[in-house]
Nanobody
Framework: QVQLVESGGGSVQTGGSLTLSCSAS????????MGWFRQPQGSQGTQREP?????????YYRDSVKGRFTISRDYAQNVVSMQMDNLKSDDTATYYC?????????WGQGTQVTVSS
């Protein structure tokens, strides 16, 4: 079992910044992805959308966050963080940390990010 605990969500105004962090309870192999998905508010019926992911030698960002979000990972501490700058109202969502380990996708409980004008 892998437990993922997120922190850092909150409410900011457009153009503001937030940092999300996620700590895994066990070791996540460095060649396995850790990262973030999000589910926009009012879209419970839709799939979560990938935001950013990282593993050794590879980083992924969805197009809409490139240049604004920066993902990083502490491989020794099994922590993944995401610095979110120049936040927009479209970034409002519940953000979920995820990790792949033992061939299974593990998920955090979600943290709310709300961006208002």
């Amino acid at each position: 079992q892998v437990q993922l605990v997120e922190s850092g969500g909150g409410s900011v105004q457009t153009g503001g910044s937030l940092t999300l962090s996620c700590s895994a309870s066990t070791n996540i192999q460095s060649n396995n992805f850790m990262g973030w998905f999000r589910q926009p508010q009012g879209s419970q019926g839709t799939q979560r959308e990938p935001v950013a992911s990282i593993r050794v030698g590879s980083t992924y960002y969805r197009d809409s966050v490139k240049g604004r979000f920066t993902i990083s990972r502490d491989y020794a501490q099994n922590v993944v963080s995401m610095q979110m700058d120049n936040l927009k109202s479209d970034d409002t969502a519940t953000y979920y940390c995820y990790a792949v380990e033992d061939g299974v996708d593990w998920w955090g409980q979600g943290t709310q990010v709300t961006v208002s004008s």
